[in-house]
């Protein structure tokens, strides 16, 4: 479903990407870990064409990414932000029926509203929530919507960015449960970035480990602590010694 | 030798500096030109999201509206005054009425209600744009199909378009209004030939240069706000310097284009 080819990405002259190749199969769960600064979300926002990569190529459906129609090809995903990245303007379920209420997708108003308030009720959050603005929701409840609003249009490929991040373990749980959950029922392909160990045994079918800008190692989740690469090793077990250099 | 290559590298390295400088400004032009073409070029072609224009119009419009009265009813008065005071130095204090219509419509008027849509629009529009930048909102506006040009920056600069010359217009009136409350009330003006020397002597010309100036004005007003908001750097720190930066060169900008209409419409 998407494949990178050779991926190089540059700021100032300090490489990020260095040559990434990954291949993301249609309806599977991918989970790509690895350190911090290590270009994983410079790799999501080349494949979503936020950033521009130097050199190689981004396939997706066997089609070349980074040419022809950006708002076709942006249509047939999702995406869960870190940070939720609701818009504060506007209340909840105007940020989950953004895309029906407007562009190609646009439905009536009152129809746009129901699908908001069902996909808010499959995300665990009830009707009342609706109207709110996203500054009185709990950071819980805005990953709630911002998975609500990614699933809004039922995307054929859905890209997660750090989806537990700064939740507490019992929330990280819940997401984690209702993003496998979401995906297995959508059949949706799905990407996610993450460094939550607990987040991948959760969500993934198959795990990427991105380092320097390379794919290190790649494989099915159940192989993932059997894999001889000490870099995996290192990360997967949290230990400060090991072939990944850590500040102190 | 080494005084020699201290005689020319000095300055060398002083206009090293200089045309470092004069390129990041050239730079800057350019990029900011074609950013307000871009701007400019989305706001004829559909969509136009009428809800983000209809809020653009209301903040840049009506809720601009108290500080430009008060900006304009105190200078108008206090213009009165200065006139009042400085032609009785030659026995010319019956010009007030002229003076005051002059310079509030053809200058005062479409300038102070420029910085003060700098001051409140500008730093807006950035602070809140650089801020959806900061917390990835337009990366998500991305992701769902809408070009943050045509959702953001359109509308913003569409509303000032339209809706700055009205302001300006308003407080050309309301700073007329300020000059003429404290001539008739304690300069001892007769009201009805105030306002028959205010409107007899204003020329179709003075209106017409204060709408256009209230035009480009709301234009650069918005357009500065929406551009350092779009190329705001990271956290609090970028928000603020985007604003700060923001509102300064809005100042700026308006003031030079003043001069420069100023002297389009009145140097002949």
Redesign the interface.
């Known amino acids: 479903m998407i494949t990178l080819t050779d991926l190089h990405k540059s700021f100032d002259g300090a490489p990020v990407l260095r040559g990434a190749n990954l291949h993301v199969p249609k309806g599977s769960s991918m989970v790509i870990i690895g350190g911090s600064g290590t270009g994983k979300s410079v790799l999501l926002?080349c494949i979503?064409?936020?950033v521009t990569p130097d050199s190689g190529t981004i396939e997706i459906a066997g089609q070349d990414a980074t040419r022809g129609e950006r708002?076709a090809l942006?249509?047939r995903?999702?995406?869960l932000?870190?940070?939720a990245?609701?818009?504060?303007?506007l209340p909840v379920w105007q940020n989950v029926a953004?895309?029906l209420l407007?562009?190609?997708l646009k439905r009536p108003r009152r129809e746009a509203r129901e699908i908001a308030v069902e996909k808010l009720r499959r995300v665990g959050l009830g009707p009342e929530v609706a109207d709110r603005l996203p500054a009185e929701l709990s950071g819980g409840m805005q990953k709630r919507v911002g998975l609500a609003?990614a699933i809004a249009a039922d995307p054929e490929i859905i890209f997660f960015d750090e989806p537990t991040t700064g939740l507490d373990p019992i929330m990280a749980g819940v997401i984690n449960e209702l993003i496998r959950e979401i995906v297995t029922e959508m059949g949706a392909t799905a990407l996610t970035i993450t460094h939550d160990m607990s987040s991948v045994r959760a969500i993934a079918d198959r795990v990427a480990m991105l380092h320097a800008g390379k794919v290190r190692w790649e494989g099915p989740v159940g192989e993932m602590d059997a894999a001889p690469d000490p870099y995996v090793q290192q990360f997967i077990h949290g230990h400060a010694a090991g072939p990944i250099e850590a500040l102190r | 030798m080494s005084l020699t290559r201290t005689l020319v590298a000095a300055p060398a390295a002083a206009l090293g500096t200089l045309g470092r400088a004069v390129i990041r400004a050239l730079g800057a032009a350019g990029r900011l030109t074609l950013f307000a073409l871009a701007a400019l070029s989305h706001i004829v072609r559909p969509?136009l999201?009428p809800r983000e224009f209809g809020?653009a119009l209301l903040h840049v419009g009506w809720l601009s509206l108290p500080v430009v009265g008060m900006t304009a009813v105190f200078t108008g008065g206090a213009l009165a005054l200065q006139i009042y005071s400085g032609g009785a130095r030659f026995n010319a204090e019956a010009v007030v009425p002229q003076i005051v219509a002059i310079g509030m419509v053809r200058e005062l008027g479409p300038v102070l209600v420029g910085l003060m849509i700098a001051a409140r629009v500008t730093s807006s529009i950035a602070a809140e744009i650089a801020?959806?930048k900061v917390?990835?909102?337009i990366?998500?506006l991305?992701?769902?199909?809408?070009d943050p040009m045509k959702y953001l920056v359109a509308p913003r600069l569409l509303a000032a378009l339209l809706t700055v010359p009205l302001l300006v217009a308003v407080g050309d009136v309301i700073g007329i209004a300020g000059g003429y409350a404290v001539a008739t009330s304690s300069l001892g003006f007769n009201p009805v030939g105030y306002l028959a020397n205010t409107l007899n002597f204003l020329e179709p010309l003075d209106v017409l240069s204060s709408l256009a100036k209230g035009c480009a004005f709301g234009g650069i007003a918005a357009l500065l706000g929406c551009y350092y908001g779009m190329h705001s750097g990271r956290g609090a720190q970028g928000v603020g310097r985007a604003t700060k930066t923001s509102v300064e060169a809005a100042a700026i900008l308006i003031l030079a284009a003043n001069f420069l209409l100023t002297g389009v419409f009145f140097s002949a």
């Open positions: 926002k979503l064409g936020l708002e942006l249509s995903f999702g995406m932000f870190q940070g990245a609701l818009f504060d303007s953004f895309r407007r562009g190609p609003r | 969509p999201y809020m801020t959806m917390t990835e909102q990366d998500a991305v992701t769902l199909s809408t």
